[in-house]
């Protein structure tokens, strides 16, 4: 079996939360580069709480997290970004009232004006579709473009670490399975570590390279999804979470 890359990202035994009582509780997760690293987990397992803690927005009460060899502890976004960490938040992922192109600007904000232009042609060719609605509002765009956009603007860094929480949350099953196959797996193809929350777990086991299952704030089950999917209490750990694997909520889907 082939061994995991090192690290790019590492959390090492983090507890967190939002006040005295901690949310994510001695969570271990790594990420290296070409890796899919995918967290699922019932709604309310802490899955957005460890991705806040990851990237700086949240305070850590104990635990450590590491870029690299580097303790980068209690640092904030900015300079986590400023040394690779792209994060691509569940909502408010995108500024509506701007165009596609001044989004992709906004997210080359440590560039130059000359390494923007040039940066937004290289994101331009990850996403070709982007290119040609680059004067279009952000609010004029379906949800699966809208995601794409949330993505390219914070590939304007050029990220070494990708961190991306339920992007296919509101997406068709057909849209989301695009974006994770075709995207989300190609972006770990250029090298990046990709750390993917996902509600859909089954389309997340296909992609992944690695999966922790987090429940009530503890990584309850690790590893390569197909080692996973043969491990009876895989399963168990959904229906008794009270959550089927694989099926979301398909109330307020976007079909284009
Ligand atoms: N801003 C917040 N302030 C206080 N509690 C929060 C906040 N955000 C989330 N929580 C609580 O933290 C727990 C985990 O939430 P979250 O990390 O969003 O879960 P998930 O992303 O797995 O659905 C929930 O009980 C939620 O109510
Ligand atoms: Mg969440």
């Known amino acids: 079996m082939e061994a995991r890359p090192a690290p790019s990202l590492q959390a090492q035994g983090i507890t967190a939360g939002y006040g005295s009582v901690p949310v994510i509780v001695d969570v271990s997760i790594a990420v290296g580069p070409g890796e899919v690293v995918a967290i699922i987990g019932p709604n309310g397992a802490g899955k957005s709480t460890l ?3 990851l990237v700086g927005i949240l305070r850590l009460d104990s635990g450590r997290i590491l870029l690299g060899a580097d303790d980068v502890t ?4 900015e300079e986590l970004a400023r040394r690779g960490v792209g994060y691509v938040p569940q909502v408010n992922d995108i500024f509506e009232p701007l165009t596609v192109l001044e989004n992709l600007e906004m997210g080359g904000y440590l560039l130059n004006a000359a390494q ?4 937004v042609l290289e994101v331009g060719a990850v996403f070709p579709q982007l290119p040609p609605m680059l004067k279009r509002r952000a609010d004029k765009l379906s949800g699966g473009e809208r995601k794409m956009l949330a993505i390219a603007r914070v590939l304007m ?7 991306l929480d ?3 949350a509101n997406l068709s099953p057909k849209l ?3 974006l994770l196959r075709e995207h989300v797996k190609r972006l770990a193809g250029l090298g990046k570590a990709v750390l993917l929350v ?3 777990a089954r389309a997340a086991l296909e992609i992944a390279d690695w999966t922790s299952v987090l429940v009530s704030g503890s990584v309850r089950l690790e590893g390569r999804p197909a080692d996973l999917l043969q491990r009876q209490d895989f399963e168990e750990l959904f229906l008794g979470a009270g959550t089927e694997l694989g099926v979301s909520d398909e109330s307020n889907m976007e079909e284009t």
């Not at 209690?74 to 976004?77: I, K, L, N, Q, V």
């Not at 860094?157 to 961190?163: A, G, M, S």
Request: aromatic fraction near 0%; glycine fraction near 8%; proline fraction near 11%.
């Open 176 to 178: 989301a399975d695009g």
């Open 157 to 163: 860094l050029d990220p070494k670490v990708l961190i």
């Open 74 to 77: 209690g640092r904030a976004p």
């Open 166 to 168: 339920e992007p296919t």
């Open 198 to 200: 996902e509600q859909r």
């Open 116 to 119: 923007v232009r040039a940066r």
């Open 51 to 53: 991705l806040k803690t």
